[in-house]
């Protein structure tokens, strides 16, 4: 399913430029299809196949990286990050701040650079799937290689879907 040829993203030149060694994986991108596809299509687990989250508390907005199969508690992000209210940007606000489209979201390359929060246990998988800038396009990429990129903050507050 790799292949030599894959888009260049403002994520992808991000990651060359760091020097991170990553797997691109292009596929038949489905609207609503969500990570439980992205597994389906690269033979994976959900729960390594990582979501990019845009969200926003009263006073900033920020990046929460998740496993496919669990949401994000909001009450406990707040409570952990220390605002009174975590809730999902809207897609709009989303695409301004990133650069990118709903479904094609990565945390690196953003127009804005954003705090990156991570649930604790992605640093427990061997390989993360997530995206690279591009409906349909994922790599695979050590979980490390978040620290290598960002500040990363790890939370607790994945609950079951």
Known sequence: MAKKDYPVTPAIRVIRDLKIDFEPFEYEYQDKGGTAQTAIELKVDEHNVIKTLVME???????????????????????????????????????????????????????????????????????????GGKRGFIIGIKPEALKIAFDVKEVNVAIQK
């Open 57 to 131: 508390s009263e006073s900033d907005q920020f990046i929460v990286l998740m496993h496919g199969d669990r949401e994000v508690s909001t009450k406990e992000l707040a409570r952990q990050i220390g605002s009174k209210k975590a809730e999902p940007c809207k897609a709009e606000t989303a695409h301004k701040l990133t650069g990118y489209m709903f479904g094609g979201t990565s945390p690196f390359g953003t127009r804005k650079q954003m705090q990156v929060y991570a649930e604790s246990s992605i640093f427990n998988l061997d390989t993360i799937y997530i995206n």
